[in-house]
T-cell receptor, first 115, second 115 residues
Framework: GQQVMQIPQYQHVQEGEDFTTYCNSS?????IQWYKQRPGGHPVFLIQ?????EVKKQKRLTFQFGEAKKNSSLHITATQTTDVGTYFCAGWGSNSGGSNYKLTFGKGTLLTVNP | EPEVTQTPSHQVTQMGQEVILRCVPI?????FYWYRQILGQKVEFLVS????????KSEIFDDQFSVERPDGSNFTLKIRSTKLEDSAMYFC?????????????FGEGSRLTVL
């Protein structure tokens, strides 16, 4: 079945440093989504990327979707303590693989920020 | 802002007991999901539900699990005979049906502890 892999598993940074997490799927995705889960919280939707090679920005966050629609990245510029949490990528399948009824999550990257 | 609500927030049960976790999805959503998250681990898909039937289920969702939408507003997950390894946070999620794939709105979760 479809697998979504994410690295690194953990990342500790000093406040102000940049952070990047990478996501790879075993199958082509119809779209990819990113969620943030604060410690003790529930996943909250951040963004969805649909087009091959798409890049979207939300303030200090930059999201990319690979040309082959099998990989993605999230980059945070100048991290702040409010960025602490686990960042998950998640993918719906496509006609070539995966499922249209199941959103598969990566294992997530836990970001901690030292003030 | 509309939200997904879940009850109970925490349930402690003895191994072998039946548990019912309840969810009220966002009112105009038509797709419903259960995910679970063992402490510190990934968000795992259990089941998707649409038009009063299961769309897809994972290997985890065996005969001990069942879902129901009994009254048009509640969406329940039943575990017939709980095992120690069922201890986890269970998240309900829902989404609109405007597109085949879209963002999921998660509830705050129900923490299940099996003793």
């Amino acid at each position: 079945g479809q697998q979504v892999m994410q690295i690194p598993q953990y990342q500790h940074v000093q406040e102000g440093e940049d952070f990047t997490t990478y996501c790879n799927s075993s199958t082509t995705l119809s779209n990819i989504q990113w969620y943030k889960q604060r410690p003790g919280g529930h996943p909250v939707f951040l963004i969805q990327l649909v087009k091959s090679g798409e890049v979207k920005k939300q303030k200090r966050l930059t999201f990319q979707f690979g040309e082959a629609k099998k990989n993605s990245s999230l980059h945070i510029t100048a991290t702040q303590t409010t960025d602490v949490g686990t960042y998950f990528c998640a993918g719906w399948g496509s006609n070539s693989g995966g499922s249209n009824y199941k959103l598969t999550f990566g294992k997530g990257t836990l970001l901690t920020v030292n003030p | 802002e509309p939200e997904v609500t879940q009850t109970p927030s925490h349930q402690v049960t003895q191994m072998g007991q039946e548990v019912i976790l309840r969810c009220v999805p966002i009112s105009n959503h038509l797709y419903f999901y259960w995910y679970r998250q063992i402490l510190g681990q990934k968000v795992e898909f259990l089941v998707s539900f649409y038009n009063n039937e299961i769309s897809e289920k994972s290997e985890i969702f065996d005969d001990q699990f069942s879902v129901e939408r009994p009254d048009g507003s509640n969406f329940t997950l039943k575990i017939r005979s709980t095992k120690l390894e069922d201890s986890a946070m269970y998240f309900c999620a829902s989404r609109l049906a405007l597109t085949l794939t879209g963002e999921l709105f998660f509830g705050e979760g129900s923490r299940l502890t099996v003793l």
